[in-house]
């Protein structure tokens, strides 16, 4: 009988409350300080995993502080379905701590599905067939990848937010198969980016801002084509990405050269969250039953691997110019929402030299920005490195006195002997 050591082990009987508290609370704390995590669902078909990360996404009717759901003194007002999964939780209790905070905040979310390896925009209703042009873009190797093309969304609720996630949950990919009559066919990675700019400037118009990041994965479900009746070729590609997946998590766990990031789109959007920057959390989901029980064997194999994996979480925190951003931010917040209500075909249209003016118009408010921060990234480097020679001059003065003293030391000793010396010969 082998055995297995985790961080959490929930029954069937437990909450949706319990798992948010366990699993995602600690970790949407450490994203206000401005970390990047990464919570995703492993496990065979029909196991709960959409369940645990969505769950019902309705308002309930009411709702108690212990009877299973969200705790009204978590969400003040806010309504909840007992049902409701880690991500509706998350954003709720987001935005209300951010409300509570004094400090100026902005919420972006975007929804991917990553289906027969072909990336979709969740929020996007046109060109959905094709993927509407997501590709993969690897910036090297200490940087997260970014998905080109895809839409990210501001939202200033919880509420909003959730409605967004429900219109990405309809688009997704779904199925019948024996072992759920809506399994989903794909993985999907909903992401909240969450900027935070503290009011508490200092004496020469400061402020600290604070990125942090949190990936929610909903992986496809393992299976076995026979067992579960599903298409020949979603069911490959699924176990093909999970398969790539499982090989790197194995690779990082035990500290191998080479890890196949490469191998899957899956791997290559997961690969911070894989022995990067970001910290990690998995959620095993199993099933009881006697059949399954070689899935079952190879979830908890698989979530073994992936609790050693040593990720080396970095905050991002920035000091900047508060009056130079603000202006910035805000001139391109504009041209956004202009450009937003063009695509839409709300409110006013624009000529395309209009489009084009106020594209560059951004293009350049975004580029002095970014040259800003490069600015103050020198000047810290420079202060860093005035900080290091200090520390190498502290160290080469104790050095220098240590030597002092040995010598001394060493003069005392041969002045006595020469005494001793002088003593013999008067002798």
């Avoid at 209790?93 to 027969?116: I, M, P, R, T, W």
């Avoid at 029980?293 to 990720?311: C, D």
């Avoid at 490069?374 to 200090?390: F, I, P, Y």
């Avoid at 502290?394 to 040995?406: F, M, P, W």
Wanted: glycine letters at 8%.
């Amino acid at each position: 009988m082998q055995r297995h050591q985790y961080d959490g082990v929930f029954g069937p009987q437990a909450s949706q409350e319990q798992v948010y508290d366990k699993v995602a609370r600690p970790i949407l704390e450490e994203v206000m300080q401005g970390y990047s995590c990464t919570i995703f669902a492993y496990g065979q078909t029909g196991t709960g995993k959409t369940y645990t990360m969505e769950g019902e996404l309705e308002s309930s009717s009411s709702e108690t502080s212990n009877g299973g759901g969200v705790r009204r003194e978590t969400l003040s007002c806010s309504r909840i379905s007992t049902k409701a999964g880690l991500i509706p939780r998350t954003l709720h209790n987001l935005f209300y701590l951010l409300d509570k905070q004094s400090a100026d905040y902005k919420v972006h979310v975007s929804y991917v599905e990553l289906y027969n390896e072909e990336l979709r925009d969740l929020f996007s209703s046109g060109n959905f067939g094709n993927g509407a042009g997501l590709k993969l873009l690897d910036p090297g190797q200490d940087k997260s990848v970014v998905i080109h093309g895809l839409e990210e969304k501001r939202v200033v609720s919880a509420q909003a937010a959730v409605e967004l996630l429900q219109g990405g949950a309809r688009r997704r990919q779904v199925a019948a198969t024996r072992c759920n009559e809506e399994s989903s066919r794909s993985h999907a990675i909903f992401t909240i980016r969450v900027e935070i700019l503290e009011r508490d400037m200092t004496a020469s118009g400061q402020v600290i801002q604070k990125l942090g990041k949190l990936n929610l994965v909903d992986l496809a479900g393992s299976e076995n084509v026979g067992r579960s009746g599903a298409d020949v070729r979603e069911t490959s590609s699924i176990n093909k990405s999970l398969l790539a997946l499982g090989q790197v998590i194995t690779a990082v766990s035990k500290r191998s050269v080479h890890v196949p990031y490469r191998d899957s789109k899956l791997t290559q959007m997961l690969r911070d969250s894989l022995g990067g920057h970001t910290q990690a959390c998995m959620i095993a989901t199993i099933n009881s039953s006697a059949h399954s029980i070689s899935e079952t064997m190879k979830t908890l194999k698989y979530a073994t691997h992936a609790r050693g994996i040593a990720n080396k979480p970095t905050v991002t925190k920035n000091v900047v110019r508060a009056d130079i951003v603000n202006s910035m931010q805000a001139e391109i917040d504009k041209l956004r929402l202009d450009l937003q209500a063009a695509r839409d075909r709300q409110g006013f249209h624009m000529t395309r030299d209009t489009y084009e003016s106020l594209t560059e118009g951004a293009a350049q408010a975004q580029a002095k920005a970014e040259e800003w921060k490069q600015r103050v990234d020198l000047l810290e480097t420079g202060l860093d490195k005035a900080r290091a020679d200090t520390e190498t001059m502290d160290k080469r003065i104790d050095q220098l006195e240590h030597d002092k003293a040995t010598a001394a030391e060493a003069l005392r000793e041969s002045q006595a002997q020469q005494q001793q010396l002088a003593e013999l010969l008067r002798a």
